[in-house]
C-alpha cells in the first residue's frame, strides 16, 4: 500500500484536545518501561542533570512521565506545534508541579537549525513516540538525532508501521478505536497511511549512517527502533 502522508504539526485545536483528554497510558508505561530496560544494559548510571530529548512530545504524555522516572535528568520535550506546546506547559503548572526536570522547547525539527539551540545538544538519551510517521522528510528524525545525541547516546522510537492493504486498516480501526472521539478515528486512520513500513525505516537508517540500530515489530501495529551511537 502506498504511503500517503499526513500534516506534520498537530495544530488544530480539536486535534489538540482530542489528544490531550485521550487515555494513552498503556502505552506510555510500556515505553518507559522497555526505556528502563534498555537503559539497565545501555546506561545503568545515567549521570547527574544527563539530557533526555522527547522528540514531538505533543501534550507532554511521555515528558512527563520521564521526568518522574529519572528525576535527577533534566527532560525537554519538544514539538513544532505552538497549541502542544500550550498544553503541555499548562500540564506541566496546573496538574504537575511537583516535577521540576522538565521544560518545553517549541522547536519544529524540518524548519529548525538545532545547532542553535545549545540546551538541547548533547543529549544522553533521545526518545520519540509516534513522531517519524509525521515527518515528510523521514530523514529529518535521523538527521535530528545524529545532531542532538552525545557519544553512547540511547536512542528509542516507537511509532505505527503501515499495514499492507485497506482491509488491514479497516481492522486496525475497527478494533483500536471505534469507541474513540471521531476526531481520534480519523487521526488513527490518516496515522496508519502515513507510516512506515519496517523495511523503510531500515533503509532510512542505512542512508543515514544508523545501520546498527534495530528495527523490530511489535504486535500488530508498532514498530520500534533502538540503538546506541
Ligand atoms: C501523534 S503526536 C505524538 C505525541 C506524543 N509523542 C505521544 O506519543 O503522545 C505527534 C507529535 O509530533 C509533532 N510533530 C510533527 N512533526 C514535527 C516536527 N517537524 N517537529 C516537531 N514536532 C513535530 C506534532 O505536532 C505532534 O504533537
Known sequence: MQRSPEPELMNAPDQVIAYSDADFSCGDHSLIERLSQLMEQALPVLPEAALILDLGCGPGNISERLAVRWPLSNVIGLDGASSMIEIANQ???DVCPAIKNLSYLLVDLSQCCLG???????????????????LHNPQMLWTSVKQLAEPNALILHRDLRRPSNDQEVDALCAHYVSHAPTVLQRDFRASLFAAFTTDEVRDQLDQAGLGHFTVTEIDDRYLEVCGQM
Open 91 to 93: 500540564r506541566l503548572s
Open 116 to 134: 542553535d539551540i545549545p540546551q538541547i545538544n548533547g543529549a544522553s538519551v533521545i526518545v520519540s513516540n509516534s513522531l517519524l510517521h509525521h
